[in-house]
């Protein structure tokens, strides 16, 4: 009896977080012009129109260059300020910490006005220069993070036996803690750049229609249409993620990077 | 060779000090290790060792002092200008690595051709029985393969002196015991100069040229091996170096050649006197006695050693621990507590049970007694 109680709850838990975008998939092959759910038969044009829609197309592109500039920059902003904090004790060490974790805490909603405030200051109204700073400042603790992990995981005694060996620090940074951290760095890039590439609250202020990320497009596109074409995108969008996150746990120990503690 | 001040010194310490913070890590401490010597820094965790060797390896600053290698001074060099070679305790071998790149690593930094690497990298896995091994990575390595790995690696560069740092201690123990006889074995082909941390004092009796005992930052003692277990020259040194018996302190009695220690409530023990034992008479001095010189009275062992009649004390059996080829038997003695015997075969233990009264003879002549103060 307990045991059943048990694998009811399990199975609750399951289905509640997986059913909305189980929903998604579903309606996405429909082969109507409505959001129908339950599908009534199975197509793959939704699929085709989403690929080939101009918008579409368009603000993919400027996804990909948006997440590049955004997650590279903030890994070398991240990698750097990680390496600072596991190396050495200074003054401010807190409250830089603060600062960039706070991106966690305050919501994207007020990032992204806030930019959309400064970017008219600065001139920089809804260029790519704003989305990428702003996708910067998002994706920082999450690299941070992976950098600072994989930093603690480095065995000081490693450092010190290289420099025993003859390594002065410039070689024991290349040679022993750089590809030590390598891989890292790379799971800390791959998950700034999935965030990057789907954040949407953030922006939809940033981003003008010239520069609209895909969830941007997408929002705007359900606005005026409602047949299956963003169901498709999401679909794909969800298989390309998992995907991309499967490799890279196997290659990088993705789980090891995001753990929380360091082993 | 003077054993206190080597006439061809490797390495000399002069006055290291350590300080953290109001904490003393360690005091002072001056020692000269000769060339192509072994020795042994012992002593409990937190005694100042292992940032003795950290201070000669270049990781540690001393507060004040100064390290000499090879007759320069290096204590301002950095680490890597040393050559000095280590092995941790973790090993800290290259995991990113394989046993080939992890043993050249040290050449590679040298800039020597690939030539001469592969040739020393080579006679060096050889040397250290890892042959066929080339290609593996660390983590594929038994405990007793990573540890040959870190002293291949150590050794390739020759360096100045070999640092060792407790590298027996995450070894089990049968590994152990055949590490040591390779580490000696090494230490002999090689004639590295060694200086071997480790607070395992069956280690360092069995591995060192002379041992230097340190406590609280501070050495307690210099000396080969038999000197130190038969001459300690404190409490400290006589309790940490093999088991002793430390008996409460007594009256030191002289007369002709005979001496005498009146320990009160408990009896007098007499030994002809020794050369060493220079108290006058009626000072405060502690007997310290290995278990073999404690011996059950009425056993052949115990009548010879004592004298029939003498040197008897009297308690309770409280504990045997059969040790195969012996026992070692507690017994409580009123007025020093427990003390040990160590006795040859298992016939002690029918003889005399846990709670039996037993009288034990003790050896005075082979105590080692230490003044007050």
Sequence with gaps: ?263 | MNPSNPADPAVEIVRVRKDYGSAVGVADVSLTVGRGEFVTLLGPSGCGKSTLLGMIAGFVDPTAGKIIVDGADVTQVEPYRRDIGMVFQSYALFPHMNVYDNVAFGLRMRKLSKAEIDAEVRRVIEMMKLGGMEERRVRQLSGGQQQRVALARAIVIRPKVLLLDEPLSALDKNLRAQMQVELSDLHRKTGLTTIFVTHDQGEALSLSDRIVVMNRGEVQQVAPPIELYRTPANGFVASFIGEINALPAGRYEISGGEAALVLPGIGRLTAPARPEWRFGHGTEVRAFLRPEHVQPAGTQAGDAQAGEGANRISGVVAAHVYQGSHTITRVTVEGIGLVETRVTGAEIMAEAPVGAPITLTIDLGQAVLLGEG
């Design chain 1, 1 to 263: 009896m307990r045991v059943f109680a048990f694998w009811s709850l399990v199975t609750a838990i399951l289905v509640y977080m997986t059913l909305p975008t189980i929903v998604v998939l579903m309606t996405s092959v429909n082969p109507t012009e409505i959001l129908a759910f339950p599908p009534e038969g199975i197509s793959f044009q939704w699929y085709q129109k989403a690929v080939t829609y101009p918008d579409f197309q368009t603000a993919f592109w400027n996804g990909i260059v948006v997440t590049s500039f955004a997650s590279t920059l903030a890994l070398i902003v991240g990698s750097t300020f990680a390496w600072l904090v596991n190396r050495y004790e200074f003054a401010g060490r807190g409250v830089l910490e603060a600062v960039l974790w706070s991106p966690l805490i305050i919501p994207h909603f007020t990032l992204g006005f806030g930019f959309l405030l400064l970017g008219g200051a600065f001139r920089l109204q809804q260029g790519y220069v704003m989305v990428v700073l702003a996708h910067m400042v998002l994706v920082m603790p999450f690299v941070t993070r992976a950098v600072y992990v994989s930093l603690a995981n480095v065995d000081g005694d490693l450092s010190r036996a290289a420099a025993n060996l003859g390594a002065s620090p410039f070689h024991v940074l290349t040679r022993i803690e750089l590809p030590l951290v390598l891989p890292g760095m790379a799971g800390g890039w791959l998950i700034a750049a999935v965030i990057s590439f789907t954040e949407f609250t953030a922006s939809l202020y940033v981003t003008g229609s010239r520069t609209q990320t895909l969830p941007v497009a997408m929002y705007n596109y359900i606005r005026e249409y409602a047949d299956p074409t963003v169901s498709a995108i999401s679909a794909m969008l969800i298989i390309a993620t998992t995907l991309l996150m499967f490799i890279a746990d196997r290659a990088f120990g993705l789980r090891r990077v995001l753990a929380i503690d360091t082993h």
